[in-house]
């Protein structure tokens, strides 16, 4: 068989609940666990963040139907959006948003287009389950939708959460 003619390998993620060794030494071992990441959409012009699970395939409400390149022209006269992806972790004193990382999208439904760059979500996907911050490069109303949402969410979390995220955010001033 030559190679013309072997079918193409799918390579796909496995993703398993919990600790993917706990028990078993065999299958799942090293895999990837995405237990703790969840998308949140901040809709701009609505004033309004929501968790949409879709998002971890690209297959969320707000991005269905949409056909999506790297060319912002044509997505010309959409509206923005931002991905964000949110990491939970645990302290001593209990769950925390230890990752926070922000993706920009633009949506335009009539037209079906979109645009974002997939491999920026990707690598913010990641920096946000290595616990990184990346949210102080958004607006300033983007910022303030992301900040009430989060509190408002979970207020424990919230509070827990580093100083980092509140200053990048605009809620909290730095300590000189």
């Known amino acids: 068989m030559t ?3 072997k079918p193409k ?3 796909g993620f496995t993703i398993i609940k919990n600790d993917p060794t706990d028990g078993h030494k065999g299958f799942g071992i090293g895999s990837l666990s995405l237990e703790n990441v969840s998308p949140v ?4 012009e609505e004033g309004e963040a929501r968790i949409e699970i879709g998002a971890m395939h690209a297959r969320s409400d707000t991005e269905r ?24 972790d645990f302290k001593e004193e209990g769950p925390y948003y230890a990752g926070v990382t922000a993706c920009e999208m633009v949506i335009n439904k009539e037209k079906r ?10 690598n913010r996907m ?8 990346l949210v102080d490069f958004m607006d300033d109303k983007s910022k303030k939708i992301l900040a009430d949402f989060l509190s408002s969410h979970n207020k424990e979390m919230w509070d827990r959460s580093e100083p980092k995220l509140h200053i990048d955010l605009g ?3 730095p300590k000189l």
């Open 3 to 5: 190679n013309e003619q």
């Open 9 to 11: 390998q799918k390579i």
């Open 41 to 44: 959409i901040v809709d701009i």
């Open 65 to 88: 139907g949409v056909k999506f390149t790297t060319n912002r022209e044509d997505s010309e006269g959409g509206k923005p959006y931002w991905l964000v992806w949110v990491t939970i």
């Open 113 to 122: 287009r979109g645009y974002k760059l997939l491999a920026d979500h990707v």
């Open 126 to 133: 990641d920096k946000s389950m290595k616990r990184q911050i």
């Open 171 to 173: 809620v909290e001033s």
